[in-house]
């Protein structure tokens, strides 16, 4: 799964060396970003010029924390291919003030955007980014108030604090994307990768609208595709 979202990630990048590259964290892109660094290594120009946008970030954690998606994201990646910062657009992990801070990369976004390759994992309640299930979807960069299932997603469980929201690109932003992958991995989504797999387009599962979006791809790793 990571290498072959490595080589469709790696082809886009050598046609536009400053791409802008949506980065998720958690679990599924770990392999991808090592795959990446490794490119780095063998010939940095390759990658030196992309532009990184952080996907989604957690509200609430106190400085220094490792449980950011910014900690993750840093070690991942971008520390490793050092990555320059007047390059990077990324929810600050510290605000006291998260709706300012997402008009702000909203702001960002439409100067520096559109997307140019998206990379997303799946919640198992079907959410990408911190866009979660429920009546309505939201279009823009907006603060999402956390289901109990994202809660207890891995990254965060030993955090200690009681966390509640997350700021995080909306379903129109990541739409926009010239091109998504989904890397679908990881513990627990046996069950909400076969209602992905039914094609049925609904927003109480968020990953299904990529159904309709025309240049994304999904890649199942060997473990979930054994489970179905
Ligand atoms: O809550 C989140 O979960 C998804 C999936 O996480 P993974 O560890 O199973 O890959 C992640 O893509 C998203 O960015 C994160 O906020």
Known sequence: ????????MMKEVELRPD???CAA???????????????????????EEMRVIKLDEWVGLPEGSRFT???DIQQ????PIQHRPD???????????????????????????????????????????LNEPGEFLQTYCHVAELTESTLSHGMIQEVGI????????????IFESKKIILLITGKGKKEIVEKFLTQQVTNTL?????????NAEVILDNEVLGEL
């Not at 968020?206 to 025309?214: G, K, N, Q, V």
């Open 1 to 8: 799964m990571s290498a072959l979202a490595a080589e469709l």
């Open 87 to 129: 390059r990077y657009i990324s929810f600050d992990e510290l605000t006291l003030a998260p709706k300012d801070e997402c008009d702000r990369i909203q702001d960002e976004l439409e100067k520096s955007g559109p997307i140019d390759v998206c990379i997303l994992g799946i919640g198992v309640n079907g959410h990408l980014a």
């Open 206 to 214: 968020p990953a299904s609208l990529l159904w309709l979006h025309p």
């Open 162 to 173: 009681p966390l509640s929201h997350g700021m995080t690109l909306g379903m129109g932003n």
């Open 25 to 47: 964290s958690g679990g599924s892109p770990t392999g991808l970003y090592q795959h990446m660094v490794d490119r780095y290594k063998e010939s940095p120009q390759v990658i």
């Open 19 to 21: 791409l802008l590259f």
């Open 69 to 71: 998606s910014e900690y």
């Open 76 to 79: 991942k990646l971008l520390k």
